[in-house]
Nanobody, 127 residues
Framework: QVQLVESGGGLVQTGGSLRLSCAAS????????MAWFRQAPGKEREFVAI????????FYADSVKGRFTISRDTGKNTVYLQMNLLKPADAAVYYC????????????????????WGLGTQVTVSS
């Protein structure tokens, strides 16, 4: 059964760094686009970053460009999100997600396109 398990969340100060991991089982990250979303209390779930399964092309939300880096280790079947220069606005539960294999790829930021989700990991940024 497909599972996505996030880890690496925690409490950091403004300007600090954190690396999140998403370990996938019964799903090859080499055959799926893999994305990170986040959701803060009272807000909609929002797109953060995606890495395409074909060629590894990467797209980021404007709010995290230059600060966050998505990467993958196909040997470990794991996706990472390196977060630097963290701000209080980055505080949220971060979710790893994989879409259904047939979806409108131009709308990769839409949560409804994603079939598989992890349970999330909490990131807290103190001011």
């Amino acid at each position: 059964q497909v599972q996505l398990v996030e880890s690496g969340g925690g409490l950091v100060q403004t300007g600090g760094s954190l690396r999140l991991s998403c370990a996938a089982s019964d799903l090859s990250i080499s055959n799926y686009d893999m994305a990170w979303f986040r959701q803060a209390p009272g807000k909609e779930r929002e797109f953060v970053a995606i890495i395409r399964w074909t060629g590894g092309r990467i797209f980021y939300a404007d709010s995290v460009k230059g600060r966050f880096t998505i990467s993958r280790d196909t040997g470990k079947n794991t996706v990472y999100l390196q977060m630097n220069l963290l701000k209080p606005a980055d505080a949220a539960v971060y979710y790893c997600a994989a879409p259904r294999q047939y979806y409108a790829t131009s709308y990769y930021w839409v949560p409804n396109n994603y079939n598989y989700w992890g349970l999330g990991t909490q990131v807290t940024v103190s001011s």
